[in-house]
């Protein structure tokens, strides 16, 4: 299974919109693109693979795996890029501003059951990240 991230890039964030098959499933939020700085850029546009991870903070969510010199890149929900994101992606219902969206544990969830259908089905998962 492969999702795309279709991004568009702001001085003060980034925003996105994510596709399966070619079909929108939600927006997406990050910080702005930072020469790859750890915890102050999102990542580098190219493909990566996704795997799910569960913690104590997000609970279940996925990480993206493979970031050129970066580690815990994580899809986890968040509304506000540059108070509650270091880099990962949070998907969103709606964009309420540049680096800012409305609903993402409901964006989350629907992004997850989604993964998790093809994890169950031991497919890859990977997301394909593109301007």
Same mark, same amino acid.
């Given at each position: 299974?492969?999702?795309?991230?279709?991004?568009? @890039?702001?001085?003060?964030?980034?925003?996105?919109?994510?596709?399966?098959?070619?079909?929108?499933?939600?927006?997406?939020?990050?910080?702005?693109?930072?020469?790859?700085?750890?915890?102050?850029?999102?990542?580098?546009? @190219?493909? @990566?693979?996704? %795997?799910?991870?569960?913690?104590?903070?997000?609970?279940?969510?996925?990480?993206?795996?493979?970031?050129?010199?970066?580690?815990?890149?994580?899809?986890?929900?968040?509304? @506000?890029?540059?108070?509650?994101?270091?880099?990962?992606?949070?998907? %969103?219902?709606?964009?309420?501003?540049?680096?800012?969206?409305?609903?993402?544990?409901?964006?989350?969830?629907?992004?997850?059951?989604?993964?998790?259908?093809?994890?169950?089905?031991?497919?890859?998962?990977?997301?394909?990240?593109?301007?």
């Amino acid at each position: 299974m492969e999702l795309v991230l279709q991004r568009s @890039y702001h001085k003060e964030g980034t925003n996105g919109a994510l596709f399966l098959n070619n079909k929108f499933l939600c927006f997406t939020i990050e910080l702005t693109l930072f020469a790859n700085r750890r915890s102050e850029s999102c990542i580098p546009e @190219y493909t @990566y693979e996704l %795997v799910a991870r569960q913690s104590k903070k997000f609970g279940n969510h996925l990480l993206v795996k493979g970031v050129f010199k970066r580690s815990l890149i994580l899809i986890h929900p968040a509304n @506000y890029a540059k108070e509650e994101l270091r880099g990962c992606i949070a998907p %969103v219902s709606q964009l309420t501003g540049v680096g800012r969206g409305s609903n993402s544990r409901q964006a989350m969830q629907k992004v997850l059951s989604l993964c998790h259908q093809a994890f169950e089905r031991k497919e890859q998962v990977l997301l394909t990240i593109k301007s």
